[in-house]
């Protein structure tokens, strides 16, 4: 049954991702870390070790993939904080991972689903506003290296 589950979770992430907006996609990347943090946790609270590397390891991924999406060049002292939180919670996972430390794993979850929030209340007008507006800056590029 459980394997029945994961199936139709995972047919269910890969269909949400082929029909994603920008938007949609990192959502999806911070909820996956979400995850990935709460099986962690309850790993470290069964003994589980194997089980917590991979979790630990798909947490920390998903989050450097969320700091390497950021766009420095026009996302300006937003980016940069937000880097430094990701590179923050990369550490402080990687601490929790070798302490299997509980607390630190919380204080990640706790950051990350401030951030989650912040960003799932961006309102759809502002979204489409910075679609349009990454559109005309890649345009504009196009043009000049042709």
């Not at 993939?65 to 950021?70: E, G, I, R, T, V």
């Not at 923050?88 to 601490?95: I, K, S, W, Y």
């Not at 759809?124 to 504009?140: F, K, M, P, W």
Request: aromatic fraction near 6%; charged fraction near 25%; proline fraction near 1%.
């Amino acid at each position: 049954m459980s394997y029945g589950i994961n199936a139709y979770k995972s047919v269910g992430v890969k269909n949400d991702l082929a029909v994603a907006d920008p938007h949609r996609v990192i959502q999806l990347l911070m909820q996956g870390s979400l995850e990935n943090m709460a099986k962690a946790r309850g790993c470290i609270e069964r003994k589980d070790f194997m089980g917590k590397s991979q979790t630990m390891s798909k947490a920390m991924s998903i989050i450097s993939a969320l700091q390497q999406s950021l766009d420095m060049d026009v996302g300006g002292e937003v980016s940069q904080n937000l880097w430094s939180l990701y590179d923050f919670m990369v550490n402080h996972l990687m601490q929790a991972s070798r302490e299997s430390s509980i607390a630190k794993v919380d204080d990640v979850i706790e950051i990350m689903l401030k951030i989650k929030s912040a960003w799932d209340s961006i309102p759809v007008a502002d979204r489409e506003t910075g679609y349009r507006l990454i559109q005309d800056r890649d345009t504009q590029s196009e043009r000049a290296t042709a």
